[in-house]
């Protein structure tokens, strides 16, 4: 408990230090508040032995000074202490007058001053021989502070260390207000506003400063973290000695920045506000164009936007470009920029509207987004039309023709030069807004099943990318979408080459951004559920998770939600599936989605369809289904389709019109799906045996699965046997039962059966190789081989020999 003491007792201070120095002088140099003068006060009443030694004590600030030194200089014995305060308040002019006090070797010394600088004046032998004491050591330590303190004290000692740095006077004043704060912060504040520390701060630094000190001094009280690579390598000597003389022991230490104690740091900016708000004002903009100049534009609008400078600090960020500039940055460094303006000046401003808008977008919160675009859009707008056709992205809306021929002949005249904020220049920017633009269009139409037109997106942004010399996110998200295209055109060895190649750049290069990673996740685990690998709960939940809190658009989206409620149906766990529905109709309270209402009701339909127990569960999402759904985003017509055929009312007539489209889109996934469906249909069991050959050379096994009610049981079988997916088969109680091998040893053994690598393997799984070669391990001890070769020969006679029992 702590108890308070009126003062701290540390004469012993000065008198190791005495004993310490070999010439009998001690130096204490400090600023005013560190107790200097009653430090010597203490040391004359410890130590006077009134028998033996005097002592002495001469103020620099007593214009007698001269004749007191004089009256001594022939009495002083090597007993004796002469104490010097403020001696550096003694012209230079008389400075030769203390050269007699120097030079008595037979007496003790103790010079007391505010200024660094004053030993200069010293001669080189004294300040071999002296011992310093400067503000560390005569600040109060922790134990001295708690023993200060009331012992009903709300700071604690350790706070009130923080706040002050031990500075005496500081300590003492925080303490004299222990009876009116309730909070570390109150005591700060009443500090802050205190008129003695205003008044101690005026008269010892503000009114002794010239105009050069003063231009630096300014800049400290400005900024709390003044970074010195603002500044040359001089500069930064020149500040560091005008801390040191000024503030030394009222400053934080750091390699990087400089920084006064905030009360000190406020007062001082307080009272130039009151002394020169002008020259303060302009100290302002100085130090915000530095900033600016090392390219660091959120301090600088800070600055801007502190003294009032808001046309400034937009015309600032105006130079930084519009939104396509924005686009390129990480979302930290946007939030950054973003949280200097209010949502006043978002209105008021375009350039701080397209800040907003593209933050928005990255933060998942497309109806914001929305929101400022419908207030601010103008058709003649290069930028506003960019984030137009974003936002009908992650709504999931397909663009208007107005809006396809405006970009599509931005791209046929290349030579055109957008003027003002509509931008194509010579400096590669003209190239990065092609492929932002490509890549829109690509993804919309990926998003309408227009795989052909997909591609043809593609292939023009990677041309635009070419131009860049800074293309490798970019390039990386292409990849994703080439992989994407290539498994909607059946080419599941080309996809998963592609995910391989950009597997291994987002796990080494953008291994923290989780929209690429999530887009890239969803490509892989729907290639691998189409060849009939379904993923784990666990993976889909943390999947979906992601994708709600990640910059998704519409159809990666119902990707991820369509394959985890696939997933959860299959494990019979419709109960996974109701929770995160849930999770999407909380998530499109901000992320408002043209068509996530539908995508539920699909969703929940199948639910309901496949586990009718549970049915009034997902009520909530059911609404009556669209008459037309051959315009609806692909994903959608395809669980129009699956739905239908499940509930045996499909009709021809849908199904000839969703083939003839999705044939002519190049869609080969829809399109095989639709003549399986159409030969079922029509009870066509030759074109239908036909239809499930292609399917199973393609590998994409899935598909005759979600078929098995109408297909021969031993035909289904065959079928996964040979491509090792028995487990499709089984039930999930089972499975887990099961003592060959585990789902993921299953899955892994899937892989080299295809003759997968490991790296292969692991990337598909998205495990690492330890953990492959883990798995193979346990695969070959269970079933006694040595080799992945003999692993597959006798796993499949595993198979067999189970078949046969079955039979």
Not at 185 to 190: F, V
Request: with cysteine.
């Amino acid at each position: 408990m702590m108890s308070q003491n009126s003062t701290v007792l540390r004469a012993k201070l000065l008198e190791d230090a005495l004993e310490q120095s070999s010439g009998n002088t001690v130096l204490l140099i400090a600023p005013v508040g560190f107790g200097k003068t009653s430090l010597i006060l203490q040391h004359q009443q410890e130590y006077q032995n009134d028998n033996q030694a005097l002592d002495y004590c001469i103020s620099g600030k007593d214009g007698q000074w001269l004749e007191h030194l004089e009256s001594i200089l022939d009495k002083v014995t090597s007993l004796d202490t002469v104490y010097l305060d403020d001696w550096d308040d003694i012209e230079p002019a008389l400075w030769q007058k203390l050269h007699p006090l120097f030079t008595l070797e037979q007496c003790r010394l103790v010079l007391a001053g505010r200024n660094i600088n004053g030993l200069n004046r010293l001669s080189a032998s004294l300040l071999q021989t002296c011992t310093l004491l400067g503000p560390d050591a005569l600040a109060f330590s922790y134990s001295d502070i708690e023993s200060l303190s009331p012992s009903n004290y709300v700071v604690s000692a350790s706070q009130l260390f923080s706040m002050t740095l031990g500075c005496p006077f500081l300590v003492m004043l925080a303490i004299s207000e222990s009876n009116v704060t309730s909070s570390i912060e109150q005591l700060e504040l009443k500090l802050i506003q205190h008129p003695v520390l205003h008044q101690l701060l005026f008269q010892e630094v503000l009114s002794n400063l010239n105009e050069f000190d003063s231009s630096k001094v300014r800049l400290l009280c400005i900024d709390p973290l003044l970074a010195k690579r603002l500044f040359t390598e001089f500069e930064q000597l020149a500040m560091s000695e005008l801390v040191e003389r000024v503030f030394s022991g009222l400053n934080l230490k750091s390699d990087t920045d400089w920084a006064l104690l905030p009360v000190v740091q406020q007062v001082m900016q307080s009272l130039w506000l009151r002394e020169d708000a002008a020259a303060f004002h302009n100290a302002y903009l100085i130090l915000a164009e530095q900033y600016a100049a090392q390219g660091d534009v959120v301090n600088a609008i800070r600055l801007m936007m502190a003294c009032g400078e808001v046309r400034l600090a937009v015309s600032l960020l105006r130079q930084q470009g519009g939104l396509l500039q924005w686009i390129r940055h990480g979302l930290g460094n946007l939030e950054s920029i973003l949280l200097q303006f209010s949502p006043q000046e978002w209105l008021a401003f375009d350039e701080i509207a397209w800040l907003a808008c593209i933050v928005s977008l990255k933060r998942g919160d497309v109806d914001k987004a929305r929101k400022l675009i419908n207030r601010h859009y103008r058709d003649d707008s290069f930028d506003w039309s960019v984030a137009d056709a974003f936002v009908c992205l992650y709504e999931g809306l397909n663009l208007s023709q107005k809006q396809r021929d405006f970009f599509i002949r931005l791209q046929i005249d290349s030579s055109e030069k957008l003027s003002g904020n509509n931008i194509l220049t010579d400096d590669g920017l003209g190239s990065f807004a092609g492929a932002l633009i490509n890549n829109i269009l690509l993804l919309i139409a990926i998003q309408q099943g227009a795989v052909e037109e997909a591609e043809r997106y593609l292939a023009a942004a990677r041309a635009y990318y070419q131009q860049e010399l800074d293309a490798d996110y970019g390039e990386a998200f292409l990849d994703i979408h080439q992989s994407h295209i290539s498994m909607l055109k059946m080419e599941p060895e080309v996809s998963s080459a592609y995910l391989t190649r950009v597997s291994t750049r987002v796990q080494s290069v953008f291994s923290q951004d989780k929209s690429i990673r999530v887009a890239m996740l969803a490509v892989k685990r729907e290639l691998a559920f189409y060849r009939g690998l379904i993923p784990s709960l666990a993976v889909m939940d943390k999947l979906v998770r992601e994708v709600n809190h990640s910059e998704a658009w519409f159809d990666l989206y119902a990707a991820v939600y369509t394959l985890a409620a696939k997933t959860a149906l299959h494990y019979n766990k419709p109960e996974s599936l109701e929770l995160w529905l849930k999770a999407a109709g909380e998530h499109s309270q901000k992320h408002r989605l043209a068509h996530l209402e539908l995508l539920l009701n699909y969703l929940a339909r199948l639910a309901q369809f496949s586990h009718p127990t549970v049915k009034d569960k997902f009520e909530s999402y059911i609404h009556p289904l669209p008459d037309d759904p051959i315009s609806l985003p692909w994903r959608l017509l395809q669980l129009h389709l699956e739905l239908q055929m499940q509930s045996s009312s499909l009709r021809d007539e849908l199904l000839t019109q969703a083939l003839q489209f999705s044939e002519s889109q190049q869609h080969g996934l829809l399109a095989c799906q639709c003549r399986l469906m159409l030969a079922i249909n029509q009870g066509d069991e030759v074109k239908l045996t036909h239809e499930v050959a292609i399917v199973e050379a393609s590998g994409y096994l899935q598909l005759v699965w979600q078929l098995r009610a109408w297909i021969p049981k031993d035909q289904l079988t065959d079928i996964l046997n040979r491509h090792n997916r028995t487990r499709l088969i089984q039930e999930p109680k089972k499975q887990e039962k099961s003592t060959l091998l585990s789902v993921k040893e299953t899955a892994v053994m899937a892989l080299v059966s295809c003759k997968r690598r490991n790296k292969e393997i692991a990337i598909e799984l998205d495990i690492s190789e330890q953990t492959v070669k883990f798995h193979l391990k346990s695969v070959y001890k269970k079933l006694g081989v040595s080799s992945r070769k003999q692993a597959v020969t006798a796993l499949a006679a595993s198979l067999a020999r189970s078949k046969k029992l079955e039979a």
